[in-house]
């Protein structure tokens, strides 16, 4: 079931999905680990080591891409023993995904309404419009995001701040949907408003601020974002 609080008065001019285990799942990957003949359980370790070092990059800085953290994580929870063509091949995989059951209805909702629906992940910008492209979700959502060297990683308040300044309008009047808390907590801190997917976390994690809206899935969620304000 979908909810949103009361005390919501705005609703979204645009509405910014985030990419990796929201829209696009990463356990189907699994499946190239295997042919790897890296046991199931580092795939799990794998995801760990790359939101660990997203974050660090987020805080620190650094000039690195999306694909230097994703094979830098995959040679650390091999102890550097992954063969190139494994690692290769997995790292190909993230351009594969599918997106999940309902993400197109969540996106027809969102064009139904007369809003704009766009991405941003910390992706790159080759892999998002690779995934949105062979998933057949041009017509429905645009993509945000600079994977350069420069680049700002989300939850760093600078990378929401700076797709605020990109889609011109105010935050308030963007809504995120993401299945992760961590990216809950680095929208609202924007200044945006936030709806949160039970589909990958379950519980919203108790120690950030509760989103705005909530649902079982990505449609649910925005039904709730998009649902009329409260009194």
Do not use: C
């Not at 890296?38 to 690195?64: C, E, Q, T």
């Amino acid at each position: 079931m979908s909810t949103h609080p009361p005390g919501r008065s705005a609703r979204p001019a645009v509405v910014v999905f985030d990419v990796l285990d929201t829209l696009f799942p990463l356990a189907p990957l699994e499946w190239r680990f295997r042919e790897a003949g890296i046991p199931r359980v580092l795939m799990g370790r794998w995801a760990d080591h790359l939101s660990r070092d997203v974050f660090a990059l987020a805080l620190v800085g650094g000039d690195r891409s999306f694909e230097d953290v994703v094979r830098g994580a995959l040679r650390d929870i091999t102890g550097h023993q992954i063969a190139p063509g494994a690692e290769d091949a997995i790292f190909d995989g993230l351009s594969s995904l599918e997106p999940r059951r309902e993400a197109a209805a969540a996106l027809t909702a969102v064009r139904e309404a007369g809003l704009r629906a766009v991405a941003l992940g910390n992706t790159d910008p080759a892999t998002t419009a690779a995934l949105v492209g062979r998933a057949g979700l041009e017509g429905l959502l645009g993509h945000l995001g600079d994977g350069g060297p420069d680049r700002v990683w989300k939850p760093a308040p600078a990378a929401y701040l700076g797709a605020t300044r990109s889609l011109g309008v105010a935050p308030g009047r963007i809504a995120l949907v993401t299945a992760h808390g961590w990216d809950v907590a680095g929208a609202a801190r924007a200044g945006w408003v936030t709806g949160w997917s039970a589909h990958l976390e379950g519980r919203f994690p108790a120690v950030f601020g509760a989103p705005d809206a909530t649902g079982g899935d990505l449609a649910e969620t925005v039904a709730a974002l998009l649902a009329p304000p409260g009194p």
